[in-house]
Nanobody, 117 residues
């Protein structure tokens, strides 16, 4: 069955870094665009970063440009989110999403990232 399993969340001080991973299985990973979303308490889920199926194109929310980097390894069926210069407002549950043909979408269960001193 389809699985997206996020990992790498945790507690970090402001200015620190986290690297999130999302391991995929059960579908043809290389055919799917991948993205990271986040949801903070009391707020709607928002798109953070996205990457095309082959990895040649990326886009980012304005709030994370220059600090976050999305990448993927199609040989390992994994997408990553490198988060640097973290701020308290980056605190959220981070989800990965796979978007494929015929508007098929899969979501992971989320991983908590907390930025606090």
């Amino acid at each position: 069955q389809v699985q997206l399993v996020e990992s790498g969340g945790g507690l970090v001080q402001p200015g620190g870094s986290l690297r999130l991973s999302c391991a995929a299985s059960g579908f043809t990973f290389s055919s799917y665009a991948m993205s990271w979303y986040r949801q903070a308490p009391g707020k709607e889920r928002e798109l953070v970063a996205a990457i095309t199926s082959a990895g040649g194109g990326t886009n980012y929310a304005d709030s994370v440009k220059g600090r976050f980097t999305i990448s993927r390894d199609n040989a390992k069926n994994t997408v990553y989110l490198q988060m640097n210069s973290l701020k308290p407002e980056d605190t959220a549950v981070y989800y990965c999403k796979a978007a494929g043909p015929s508007f098929v979408n899969y979501w992971g269960q989320g991983t908590q990232g907390t930025v606090s001193s």
